[in-house]
């Protein structure tokens, strides 16, 4: 799992906002930070780097074999597979979330009552883990002796983990169900920062609601949105605890990513060589979406904020 | 790479799949394993010069047995210790591993046998024990001979045959068997006649875990050996190329998509996983008639299936044949676990070795422990223990699989433990993109021909 995490690290750094870091004399500040990063992050990933460059099955020893892994791997049609599952994983998760989360993050920055405590409640699935979300929706779904059976309802009763597209739609519901909230809280943080001048001039000006949520609310989530796409993007890439309990990649391969065929090629299939080649590519997609969505955020000198 | 084991009948409650997933996360780092020496003695400083460590499996009942074997042994030999670490199954694969590769692991190394033992045995990393056995002829005229062949690699044995022999056996609910009005099959035929007429009575034909992937598996040996003997899946194991192009084995591969597509799978079996019970339920309950699954799955019926085993609704044979004109395996042959294997590492220090092996002697499978693993439902691998079993009806059943075990012409070994890692992973892939009919049997033929010998 360490050679994943280097990716989500970066990513998550180059999307937070720019310009704060940049005064110059307090750089030395930086070097704790450095340090950790080279020792858990940088040096992890040249190991890996080498290791893709070998044979070895885990046990015995290491043998430099040049490019065989390399070759092993990218001529494997289970790679194209397994990129294949992982973007759409990203895009239908990221297409389903967005939505979601903005309204959900505009709906609970009211500051009634109600809506705060909607709020807190809204927060707790981020509070499980993930293994154990996988397991209570495998019991739930069960074709047998699940909620359907259990509650004589037929068409809850269908073979959800167990049909190709079912169960990838299910995959998508469950990440769904997770991370919405959390990404809730990020918009919920940004519409509060809007300034409510804002709105008070937009009324003035006769715009209805919706004039104001799609003139005013979306243009200053700019950022937020770009934030926020990228933690799931990045994030949707390592996705693996809850596909591994969920499905195992299955039914056959139809939910194995990236993250998922490199832990079976190298610790059930004992392919270490072409599991790191795996990892690598990994790293590689990881960070070119990073600075994709880097150059999405546009010029950093441009404020949101009133004043300005 | 198979978690089966006859640990799996204590996987009692969805719960238990927590600790696979985050042993599996935790691979990286420490899994939080129980540790102990089984005397008082203060942790392993304390245990002298020849102590020995020894990691195996956690999970009722087989744990208490092998601990029980451990106390035993550490109270005849206080010079000798043992300290144990004991690992839930799928997360003890991976450390196990790891901490071979880095010189970390324990003196008595407890496993499967077969490829994985290779592996262990390629890197240099478990004593030879053949001279052992040749020193301690009883200890090797004691076992099932078929016990031997998974703890030899090259003609040398690396690992000590212990604990139970669990063959696969076909299991059916007379229940539901009188109630449709119909017969064991004893040919794939009535198999497949057997599926349309369960089906028409709105009960499954067959239970099947299909997400744990080796219990589809279990099909495929059965049906390899029956229709063409044990010699096709000799050629794969001894990596002769393009062994798996055996006409044979495409007769086999089409047979077992024509019983998905009869329906012959319990609705959502590929989504079903054995660590969890369910297709055991499935069975017992009455929703599927019959099941193929391990023999250590008797326990875990008893004690959840209700009146079901008591009640002598669980029929139990052993695989029929595929068509006795034509067939050319021996209709006696099985497949599955051969036993349990201990082996010893080579890193250890000659006092620890000295220490295992006197345990290997003296308590592995003594009168004791055999007795225990009698009362947990399981028969231990030693020849004449028949005559302990109980009367009733786990005698019975206890007699039927040391028939089974002992009779066998060919006791084959689970493929995807007796073949390499890297070998079993991409045989389990492709055995469950079959029955999910998304490969064809010619493809998933040209797909294992491509990994023979890896």
Partial sequence: MTAVAPPVVTGARAAIPQGAGRSGPVAWMAIPALVLFGAFGILPLLGVLFLSFTQWDGIGAIHPAGLTSWRAELSDPGLLHALWVTFKIMFFSWLVQTPLSILIGVFLAGHQRYREFLAALFFIPLLLSSAAIAIAYKALLDPNFGLGAGLGFPLLSQDWLGDTTLAFGVLIFIVSWQFIPFHSLIYQGAVRQIPASLYEAAQLDGAGRIRQFFSITMPQLKYTIITSSTLMVVGSLTFFDLIFVLTAGGPADATRNLALDMYITGFQGNQMGTANAIAVILVLVGLALALLFRRLGGDASESQLEGA | MDPRTTSRRSFLSLAAGLPVAGAALAACGSSGPSSSTAQGGGGSAAAGAGAATYWFLSGQPQQAIREDSIKRFNAANPGGQITTTEFQNDAYKTKIKTALGAGQGPTIIWGWGGGGLKSYVDAGQVEDL?????????????????????????????????????????????????????????????????????????????????????????????????????????????????????????????????????????????????????????????????????????????????????????????????????????????????????????????????????????????????????????????????????????????????????????????????????????????????????????????????????
């Fill in chain 2, 130 to 454: 053949t001279s052992w056995f040749d020193q301690n002829p009883a200890q090797k005229e004691r076992r099932f001979p078929s016990s031997f062949g998974a703890a030899t690699v090259n003609g040398k044995v690396y690992a000590l045959p212990a604990e139970t022999v669990t063959p696969i056996i076909f299991y059916y609910n007379k229940k539901v068997f009188d109630k449709v009005g119909v017969q064991p099959p004893k040919s794939w035929a009535d198999i497949m006649t057997l599926v349309d007429k369960f089906n028409s009575a709105g009960v499954a034909p067959f239970s099947l875990g299909g997400q744990s992937r080796w219990t589809n598996m279990m099909w495929l040996e059965f049906l390899l050996d029956r229709i063409a003997g044990s010699e096709v899946f000799q050629k794969v194991f001894e990596g002769k190329p393009d062994s798996w192009s055996d006409p044979a084995v495409k007769d086999m591969l089409t047979k077992v998509q024509d019983l998905v597509k009869a329906n012959g799978f319990i609705k959502g079996f590929s989504s079903i996983t054995a660590d969890s019970n369910a297709d055991l339920a499935v069975f017992y309950t009455g929703r599927a008639a019959m099941m193929v699954h391990g023999a250590w799955t008797y326990g875990t019926m008893k004690a959840n299936g209700g009146d079901f085993v008591s009640g002598g609704h669980l029929g139990y044979m052993n695989f029929p044949p595929v068509d006795p004109a034509t067939d050319k395996g021996d209709p006696s042959d099985t497949v599955g676990n051969p036993g349990q294997y201990y082996s010893i590492s080579s890193k250890a220090s000659d006092a620890a070795k000295e220490t295992a092996k006197k345990f290997f002697a003296t308590t592995v499978l003594d009168d004791t422990e055999n007795k225990a693993w009698i009362g947990s439902g399981s028969v231990p691998l030693v020849k004449g223990v028949d005559s302990q079993f109980p009367p009733g009806g786990d005698g019975d059943f206890l007699k039927f699989i040391y028939n089974v075990s002992a009779n066998a012409k060919n006791f084959a070994q689970s493929w995807d433990q007796a073949l390499s890692p890297t070998q079993a992973e991409t045989l389990l892939d492709n055995i469950a993109k079959l029955f999910q009919l998304s490969v064809t049997p010619d493809q998933w033929i040209s797909n294992l021909n491509a990994v023979i010998g890896k």
